[in-house]
């Protein structure tokens, strides 16, 4: 049987021996030419590319010329050769994006950690998400590259299992979580829609099979192309403030962070170079490293006054929260309050980490044996001089407000690093 390979204008699949007769088809005249150039440059596509796992990498690969009904119809049309807009790129990735296949806990993960809190030890209030599916990291992204994606993935999950209005848009209405190859296409899409036009500059608007560092920008840009109000916030040290006007460079993979004290900031991309700050940013002041664990308290609460009892678990209806810092991002699925008994209180924000085995996660809250070293991260962890997150706010946007949120803006905390 012959071999069959993607033509690199419409993508039908073809064996090589009909494969040169078909493509030249496409060039009968100097007008058709142009179009079908300019076809091919938009998809990225090659006849060289097709599904496969990279012998370093566990990434699934798109194929946007794997054969459909609708795409072979197209191709044997005459239309083929026509310029695919934005609508028809989105109806191909809705037929051909691919399901992350991640490790589902039975009881959920988040189940089972509501009971480790209930039995817990100690006078403690916990306020959690009502679900989240922990996604790891693969081998191959042991550099960290990929957490961001993965923390994507596990907003997702929330958002697609409690948010029946999240799920009919995210991601065409699939209902799945897709793999990281699938999310970069969406991405590409979204800045093509006019989401962070600056941001996506900074990756020369492609990023599809990249292993770029990607953080909250690009975060809330995939979001808010759907008309999910991703909203960002930016925690910053006055240490770190202070000292952005004599140090040029941070070294270290970095998400694009707000350094400076004012709204002519400037970011550091993940090569770790400066550029101009495209997101305009407010600011407010709250004490220490206190102002993020406030603000995590407060998100989770709704604001709400609660009284704190012995071991209550209260399951919010807010959404996890995407947490980055400089050189990783995790996913905060909840936060926890404990009172001493010299009537001080403990917080500790609760964290499901990418680059953890969601199998050892199981484990550890099933035996009850060492899951707080890795969910639990106390205030006294917080010694980074900037963290950055990204929420999720309730309903979705008309027409008038997605305009409004293609520009991305933060709020911002200044403090002062204690302990450090």
């Known amino acids: 049987m012959d071999h069959l390979s993607a033509c690199p204008v419409c993508y039908l699949q073809l064996s090589m021996p009909h494969l040169q007769s078909h493509v030249n088809s496409h060039f009968e005249d100097d007008e058709q030419v142009e179009r079908d150039l300019q076809l091919a440059k938009q998809l990225s596509l090659a006849s060289s590319i ?13 194929d946007w010329g794997k054969t459909t009904e609708s795409v072979s119809s197209r191709c044997e049309s005459s239309n083929a050769a026509e310029m695919i807009n934005i609508d028809e790129k ?4 809705c037929d051909l994006q691919f399901k992350e296949n991640f490790y589902e806990v039975n009881d959920g993960l988040m189940d089972l950690l509501r009971t480790r809190l209930e039995l817990g030890y100690g006078n403690s209030t916990s ?28 907003l997702s999950s929330h958002l697609l299992q409690k948010r029946p209005e999240a799920r009919e848009i995210l991601f065409g209405g699939c209902g799945f979580v897709p793999d990281i190859a699938s999310l970069q296409r969406w991405l590409e899409l979204s800045w093509e829609k006019g989401f962070d036009k600056p941001g996506s ?59 400076k004290g004012d709204c002519s900031s400037s970011l550091v991309s993940s090569s770790g170079t400066w550029k101009p700050n495209h997101h305009s940013t ?5 004490r220490g490293q206190h102002s993020l664990i406030d603000w995590v308290w407060n ?13 209550q678990v209260i399951a919010s209806e807010k959404p996890p929260l995407y947490f980055q810092h400089d050189g990783h991002s995790r996913t905060i699925v909840g936060i926890q309050v404990t009172l001493q008994r010299k009537g001080g209180q403990e917080y500790s924000l609760l964290i499901f980490d990418p680059g953890h085995i969601t199998r050892d996660l199981e484990r550890s809250l099933r035996d009850n044996k060492g899951w707080e070293k890795l969910i639990k991260r106390g205030i006294h962890t917080l010694r980074k001089p900037h963290y950055q997150i990204c929420y999720i706010d309730p309903g979705i946007a008309g027409a008038e407000e997605m305009e409004r949120l293609k520009t991305l803006t933060s709020d911002r905390f200044e403090y002062r690093v204690q302990g450090c």
């Open 127 to 154: 306020l959690i998400s009502g679900y989240v599916d922990h996604i790891q990291s693969a081998k191959s992204e042991v550099a960290g590259w990929g957490c961001g994606w993965r923390n994507i993935q596990m």
């Open 50 to 62: 097709s599904p496969l796992h990279s012998a370093d990498t566990d990434m699934v690969l798109v």
């Open 299 to 311: 998100y989770f609460s709704d604001n709400k006054s609660i009284e704190l009892n012995k071991n």
């Open 201 to 259: 500059e900074d990756f020369d608007k492609e990023i599809y099979g990249k292993r770029n560092w990607i953080g909250t920008t690009e975060c809330a840009t995939l979001f808010r192309s759907f008309g999910i109000r991703a909203r960002m916030v930016d925690f910053c040290s006055k240490e770190l403030a202070s000292k952005t006007s004599f140090h040029r460079q941070v070294i270290g993979p970095m998400d694009k962070y707000i350094l």
């Open 282 to 286: 407010n600011f407010g002041k709250l």
């Open 90 to 93: 989105i109806s191909y990735l």
